[in-house]
C-alpha cells in the first residue's frame, strides 16, 4: 500500500515538473504514455484559461474606469461626510 | 480628502502614475496601475470559470480590485501580489455564493452566456477557439471540489505549487498529487465521451 502510495507521489512529482516548465513556456518530455496523456490534457486546460484570459483583457480598461468611477464616487461621499 | 478626489481624477487618465501617490513599496515598478494590468485577466478569467457568466465574474472582478484598493497597505511586496489578489477573490467569490443570487438562476444564465466575446476576431475561429476551451472547462467542472479548485488556481491564476498549498492550506506534495488525480479524471471523461 505504501509503495503504491509512493509511486502515485513519484508520478505526481514527475508530472507537477512538467507542468511548470510548459507554464514557464518550455516544451516538456515525459518518459511515459500516461504521463504524456496526462502532459496534453494540461495543454488543453491551459490554452483554454489563456484563451478566457485573453478574452477578458479587452474588458480591462472598461473595468478600470468603472472601479475609477466607483473610488471616486466613494472619495466624494467620505468628503460629504 | 480634497486632495484624495483630484488624485483619483488625475489617475483615471493616467493610471501608471497611481504609486507615487499611494504608497506602494516602489512606485513605478509595483503600482496599483501595474498590478491592475498584470493581474486582471487572470483574476477575470479564473472568476469567469468559477461563476459561469460573463458579466457577473466582470462585476466580482471590479469588486476584487476595489477591495485591493482600499487594502493596498496590505501588500508588503510584489512578489507576493498573486497570492493577495487571490485570496481577495476567492473570499468574494465565497461571500458570493453566500448572499447567492441562487445558484441555479446563474446556471440558467450561464446557459444563455457562452464567454467573453472579442470585438473584431474571425467568428469561425472564435467559435472553435471557444468549442474547445467550453469542453475542457465543461469536464473540469464536473471534478471533485478540492481537484477543481486545485486545477483552477494552477492553469486560471498560475500560481506555483507552493502557492495553491499555501492559499489551500495543505502540502505541496498533496497539491501534486491532487493535481494528478484531477488530470487522470479528466482522461477518464475525455475516453467516456463525456461532455
Not at chain 1, 475609477?68 to 467620505?78: G, H, N, P, S, V
Amino acid at each position: 500500500m505504501e509503495t503504491l502510495r509512493m509511486q502515485e507521489q513519484k508520478r505526481a512529482t514527475e508530472l507537477a515538473r512538467a507542468i511548470d516548465e510548459m507554464l514557464a513556456g518550455g516544451d516538456p518530455k515525459v518518459d511515459d504514455t500516461e504521463l504524456e496523456e496526462l502532459l496534453q490534457i494540461a495543454r488543453m486546460r491551459r490554452d483554454a484559461a489563456r484563451e478566457a484570459a485573453g478574452q477578458a483583457a479587452v474588458y480591462e480598461r472598461q473595468v478600470w474606469e468603472l472601479l475609477m468611477k466607483k473610488l471616486r464616487t466613494e472619495a466624494r461621499r467620505d468628503l460629504e461626510r | 480628502m480634497v486632495a484624495e478626489v483630484s488624485v483619483l481624477d488625475r489617475t483615471a487618465r493616467a493610471p501608471a502614475r497611481w504609486a507615487a501617490h499611494f504608497g506602494l513599496p516602489e512606485p513605478g515598478t509595483d503600482s496599483f496601475a501595474d498590478i491592475y494590468h498584470h493581474y486582471f485577466p487572470r483574476v477575470c478569467a479564473y472568476l469567469r470559470q468559477r461563476v459561469r457568466d460573463s458579466d457577473l465574474a466582470l462585476d466580482l472582478t471590479a469588486i476584487v480590485f476595489e477591495k485591493a484598493y482600499v487594502k493596498r497597505a496590505d501588500l508588503r511586496c510584489a512578489d507576493a501580489a498573486a497570492s493577495w489578489l487571490f485570496t481577495i477573490a476567492r473570499n468574494e467569490l465565497a461571500s458570493h455564493w453566500r448572499k447567492e443570487i441562487p445558484r441555479t438562476e446563474a446556471l440558467e444564465r450561464s446557459a444563455r452566456d457562452g464567454s467573453f466575446t472579442s470585438p473584431g476576431e474571425d467568428p469561425e475561429e472564435s467559435l472553435l477557439r471557444k468549442e474547445r476551451a467550453a469542453v475542457i472547462m465543461g469536464l473540469v467542472r464536473k471534478l471533485p471540489q478540492r481537484e477543481y479548485e486545485v486545477i483552477s488556481l494552477k492553469f486560471d491564476a498560475e500560481f506555483s505549487n507552493q502557492e495553491i498549498a499555501s492559499e489551500l492550506q495543505t502540502s505541496e506534495v498533496n497539491v501534486r498529487v491532487t493535481m494528478f488525480r484531477a488530470l487522470r479524471r479528466l482522461r477518464g471523461f475525455l475516453e467516456n465521451g463525456d461532455s
